[in-house]
């Protein structure tokens, strides 16, 4: 099981779904983070995390009737049968209602026991007899989220079926300062390996600084490791690529890896150690061709979907009717990515999305791939040179010549396939998104175009949140009904000053405000009163206009969210200067005095438009580069204001420890 896997059963077991706070305290934990690291991410105080952290182990306690802490959690659950803790679940609440199974939410490693495992052989038959070889090595390599880890999971089971020991060191979860050095980076990878086997670290006595890092390495595994093992062991290395992003520490490790592998075929010890390298792209580091374990052992590549296995996954998720015809443009537009059919398949059946629908809207904001578009769009964002290739290549359909390194980086993200010197679009939803989305990119910069919407307005003008001639070159950045920013800019905004927040250590907020009611149904269905209320369009510009009039920094972003909602950025506020802010959004509208009859026919005394208000401040933390955590806490705040009642404002205080 996962820890995502795990929050996805906690909060469907529970009332009231785990809060932001109570989820970070959990993942953290999973990660065997200590409550000092935490305090210092979140900025809260130690003892104020363990108390809510005890809470929070009594709640997975009284939920799996056994004793849940800290140190014990990441072992209860890792290697527990997913299919277990979900029948423990449909037992709890068949006196209820029948509950069926519940379905696998894409995204993490499939468990080893999941029905959603679809295998691609024969990649998995020639792993399962390749790990049972002594000294052998297996290289996993496939863009994200196409199934390494879970192909990884499945070798490391069969291995312990066979009776091996398996390990398993994933490079995402090691610190920045991990990297600082060679020695530092093979303590800790030695540290990790002893202790999973059970064993204690006991590095000194091996580590000698006058014969080197990489010799103490060896001398560690073969004198301590192998030497005190009663079976083989299976070393799988998840993210070796991350180890590319440090030239000095990969050259050297890559090498060591690669001697181990050779000691094998020569002293008996060193067969005992079975190796499973898994990576997303390349190794672009410079190495000389007889020091890479690159060009040894068994390479899998993990390839797309066919159309039968697609039909495999849609059977297995319970969607048979859907047509092959269907499925068919399904699996055209995602080029057979197994991540994008999930979601696709997940969502017909979970929340009865017909699947043309999907087709239709899956490059739109309303499409279900937003946040996974969106995710790769900030990477590019950051990466300029992987941005302006990518709209070249999008562009091409004949592939266009690209440097390595850059194709090997978008190889990585999934975005391309390389063929030969050529890099070609791997699919195309991606064509159709990016080849929309870039070109509104200031590429040089990393920007968008023009700046960002000035909101600075005195109070009582009711001139558009944009200054239209800085804004005259990003009119797609407005919301057609509104004249605020749109769902899109605002998401890329707020991403924008999260990464800002973290690299100025500077708090930011964000408010996130809902009307009290359905404009849609109150009003388009009191026919009599739509030419007294002049649409549904009207009452959104005023309610717009009087944001913009409480927020007063041109850095300050006013958009239109949904619907119903609004939200505001406010770069370098602290809680109280957003509270302030939101005080003055919450009296403005009710200022406004929209009138919204109670009844049909009643307009003596008719109620008056509100919002609920939630607000959210946070400093982003630097190994935190998704803005989510504070999206949120703030919808969090949001739904507290609205359950009490409405027209007020909740503050979460819970991400800067208040």
């Not at 014969?211 to 799988?236: D, H, M």
């Not at 929309?436 to 109070?459: E, M, V, W």
């Not at 200054?467 to 605020?484: F, K, P, V, W």
């Not at 206009?545 to 370098?572: G, H, M, N, W």
Request: net charge neutral; with cysteine.
């Amino acid at each position: 099981m996962t820890i995502d896997e795990l929050i996805q059963i906690v909060n469907a077991s529970l009332p009231t779904p785990l809060t932001p706070l109570q989820e970070f305290l959990l993942r953290q934990s999973w990660e065997g983070k200590t409550y000092a690291y935490m305090a210092r991410e979140i900025h809260y105080g130690p003892e104020y995390l363990r108390k809510t952290a005890s809470s929070l182990w009594s709640i997975l306690s009284d939920l799996w009737t056994e004793p849940i802490s800290k140190t014990n959690l990441r072992s209860k659950f890792e290697q527990q049968c997913l299919t277990r803790t979900q029948q423990q679940l449909i037992e709890r609440n068949s006196s209820d209602r029948i509950v069926e199974e519940p379905l696998f939410f894409p995204g993490g490693p499939i468990p080893v026991d999941s029905p959603y495992y679809i295998p691609r052989q024969p990649v998995e038959e020639l792993a399962y007899e390749e790990i049972c070889l002594p000294g052998s090595v297996i290289r996993i390599k496939a863009p994200r989220k196409m199934g390494k880890s879970s192909l990884m999971l499945r070798i490391l089971e069969k291995g312990e079926q066979a009776g091996f020991d398996g390990i398993k060191i994933d490079f995402q979860q090691a610190e920045r300062e991990v990297f600082s050095s060679l020695e530092r980076f093979l303590r800790w990878f030695s540290a990790n390996v002893a202790r999973q086997l059970q064993l204690d670290a006991n590095l000194d006595r091996y580590w000698d600084v006058d014969i080197g890092t990489k010799v103490s390495c060896t001398l560690y595994f073969q004198g301590y490791i192998l030497a005190n093992i009663e079976k083989p062991i299976i070393l799988a290395l998840n993210e070796v690529n991350r180890v590319f992003e440090y030239p000095e520490i990969a050259q050297d490790f890559l090498s060591l890896l690669r001697g181990w592998y050779e000691q094998g075929k020569q002293e008996a010890i060193w067969k005992q150690l079975r190796m499973v390298l898994v990576y997303s792209t390349e190794i672009y580091v410079p190495l000389n061709i007889n020091q890479s374990p690159f060009n040894v052992g068994l390479p899998l590549k993990l390839p797309p979907f066919t159309l039968d296995q697609a039909l495999e996954l849609a059977h297995r998720y319970g969607c048979q009717n859907l047509s092959t015809t269907m499925l068919k443009k399904l699996v055209a537009l995602v080029g057979g990515h197994p991540y994008l059919l999930s979601q696709a398949l997940y969502h017909t059946r979970r929340y009865n999305v017909p699947l043309e629908q999907i087709l239709q809207t899956a490059c739109t904001p309303k499409g279900i791939y937003q946040n996974h578009l969106q995710s790769l769009m900030a990477i590019l964002q950051n990466q300029p040179k992987l941005a302006q290739t990518m709209q070249q290549v999008v562009v091409s359909p004949q592939g266009i010549p690209v440097d390595p390194v850059i194709g090997y980086k978008l190889e990585s993200l999934g975005l391309v396939q390389l063929e030969d010197c050529h890099v070609f679009v791997s699919c195309e939803l991606y064509r159709r998104y990016f080849e929309a989305q870039l070109p509104r990119f200031n590429l040089s910069s990393g920007k968008t175009d023009g700046t960002a919407p000035n909101t600075a307005i005195a109070d009582g003008e009711t001139q558009l949140p944009f200054d239209r001639a800085a804004a005259a070159n990003c009119l797609h950045e407005l919301d057609g009904s509104t004249q605020l920013a749109s769902r899109p800019y605002f998401d890329r905004y707020l991403q924008q000053q999260w990464q800002r927040s973290s690299s100025d250590r500077t708090p930011m907020s964000l408010i996130l405000c809902e009307l009290s009611v359905d404009l849609e149904q109150q009003l388009l269905s009191l026919s009599k009163y739509r030419g007294e209320y002049n649409t549904i369009a009207n009452c959104l510009q005023q309610v717009a206009r009087v944001i913009c009039t409480c927020i007063r920094r041109q850095s300050d972003l006013a958009a239109k969210y949904s619907s119903q909602e609004f939200a505001v950025i406010l770069p370098q506020a602290d809680t109280e200067i957003a509270k302030k802010v939101a005080e003055r959004i919450r009296q403005s509208v009710k200022n406004l005095k929209i009138a919204i009859p109670s009844n049909k026919g009643n307009q003596q005394n008719p109620n008056f438009l509100t919002v609920s208000i939630g607000v959210a401040s946070a400093i982003a933390s630097s190994d935190r580069s998704d803005a989510t955590t504070i999206l949120l806490a703030t919808d969090f705040a949001l739904r507290q204001s609205q359950s009490e009642g409405g027209d007020r404002v909740t503050v979460n205080s819970t991400l800067l420890g208040e």
